[in-house]
DNA sequence: CAAAGTCAAGAGCAGTGCTCTCTTTCGTGC
DNA sequence: GCACGAAAGAGAGCACTGCTCTTGACTTTG
């Protein structure tokens, strides 16, 4: 919102903002599926067709707000990365972790639109999504990376064979991003990244019953350890 | 549906299969947030409010479907697990896991019913749910058990420390599952179970993006054994 | 100051879950 | 063989949804 624009791009602007910050509320409150733009309007203290003015549709919305859970979720994790030292690799995916579940738990709704069952006849626009959809693997990346480049990391667990085609996949992965940890990490790092969302998403979404753990904490630093160590994640 | 039943029951037995077939069938092509009692209803060939002679409600219908689809996961599992020797530890957990996944891609909207999203609004009733819910942590534990009795558990990943609070968890579950295997196993396999549907989950909800993995089949795979390796599963 | 651009309002369409009342169908006990 | 009553279906109606289209008013710009 620069001052240059003109007076109707910042109350555009501005209302675009307000936009956003409703239908977060709504999303949390009621869910993706729920989420009513004549809603968002009532709370605007607008007509339902005046939203139409500022979002092309539902489906624009939703994006929106997708937009926003990544950027937020993003943001949330490099700061609590960044407040470890960078040499603690262990550490830093930990913080990491952590950092997605306390989101997720903070913010079950949106986690839901992100990492849940995908809306039914919305398609999230890759131009728009992608970039700050991969802001965690991102991160988790450069921290098998800096492992690897540091030479610490401990092979906990026997690597499987990697037939060709996922050999192929891991090159180009590493290709694109840079990268010189081998497949094997690579491809054991796509695993801490799936079982890492799969801890957070059973959490969030209930699969361990209502009565099962009462120190859900804990069972979530106990399977952060267990999956820094298969990761070969060594202790500061 | 036993011949034992009058013609009225068995037709009505009838009718609640076809409302569930229909209703999964909507399901798959349109998700659980659209699953419609009227649509459902036209699909039948009868008026919307007929439906209501055998489903109380939406939630009804959804609880109908949640059930159905914990059932046939359960079967596919028990089958896939079956039909290997059960000295094979490392083969059964190999099985689940394929067999999860392999329902999962037939299925995607039923396990985004089960596994995704919370439908908003909608509260799986326990005494309905529970039990067909369980079946596929339990036919795993059944697998940390057997591996715990036969001696072949080998600790591959350094066992975290466990916190009174969450010993005091697993000592409930070992007590109400009637299991012999210690904290450590029972919590190693609650990170394999969460882990495997995160995996199953990334995939089916297209959280890899369309083009990074050619071979997401060898992908699973790899993720299997180092997760059966991390659990301390021993090569058959 | 007028043209161009922007926006809010409202009516209206097709769909939803669910309830209520009315009619038809059909199995069963006599 | 048939009359009865329970079960099932039909239809209207209420209050809601996302979305489109038209109309008229306002603001910026040349």
């Given at each position: 919102m620069p001052d240059s624009a003109t007076p109707r791009q910042r109350a555009r602007a501005q209302t675009l903002a307000d936009i956003t910050r409703i239908g977060r509320s709504h999303l949390a409150t009621e869910g993706a599926a729920a989420l009513s733009v004549r809603a968002v309007a009532r709370d605007l203290g607008v007509v339902s067709s005046a939203i139409y003015r500022y979002v092309r549709s539902r489906d624009d919305l939703l994006?929106?707000?997708?937009?926003?859970?990544?950027?937020?979720?993003?943001?949330?994790?490099?700061?609590?990365?960044?407040?470890?030292?960078?040499?603690?690799?262990?550490?830093?995916?930990?913080?990491?972790?952590?950092?997605?579940?306390?989101?997720?738990?903070?913010?079950?709704?949106?986690?839901?639109?992100?990492?849940?069952?995908?809306?039914?006849?919305?398609?999230?626009?890759?131009?728009?999504?992608?970039?700050?959809?991969?802001?965690?693997i991102g991160a988790l990346v450069r921290v098998w990376e800096d492992a690897y480049v540091a030479g610490v990391v401990e092979a906990a667990v026997p690597a499987p064979r990697i037939p060709r085609a996922l050999a192929t996949d891991a090159r180009r992965v590493?290709?694109?991003?840079?990268?010189?940890?081998?497949?094997?990490?690579?491809?054991?790092?796509?695993l801490g990244w799936a079982a890492l969302f799969g801890c957070v998403?059973?959490?969030?979404?209930?699969?361990?019953?209502?009565?099962?753990?009462?120190?859900?904490?804990?069972?979530?630093?106990?399977?952060l350890e267990l999956l820094a160590s298969t990761m070969g994640l060594p202790a500061a």
């Open positions: 994006t929106l707000l997708v937009v926003d859970g990544y950027d937020e979720l993003g943001d949330a994790v490099d700061a609590a990365e960044g407040a470890v030292a960078r040499d603690d690799l262990r550490g830093r995916f930990l913080a990491i972790g952590r950092a997605v579940r306390a989101w997720a738990l903070r913010e079950p709704a949106t986690y839901a639109l992100l990492f849940g069952s995908p809306v039914p006849g919305y398609q999230a626009p890759a131009e728009r999504t992608t970039g700050p959809g991969t802001r965690v590493r290709k694109e991003l840079d990268l010189t940890a081998p497949d094997d990490l690579l491809l054991r790092g796509v998403s059973f959490e969030v979404f209930g699969q361990y019953g209502a009565d099962t753990f009462s120190a859900p904490n804990d069972l979530f630093e106990h399977q």
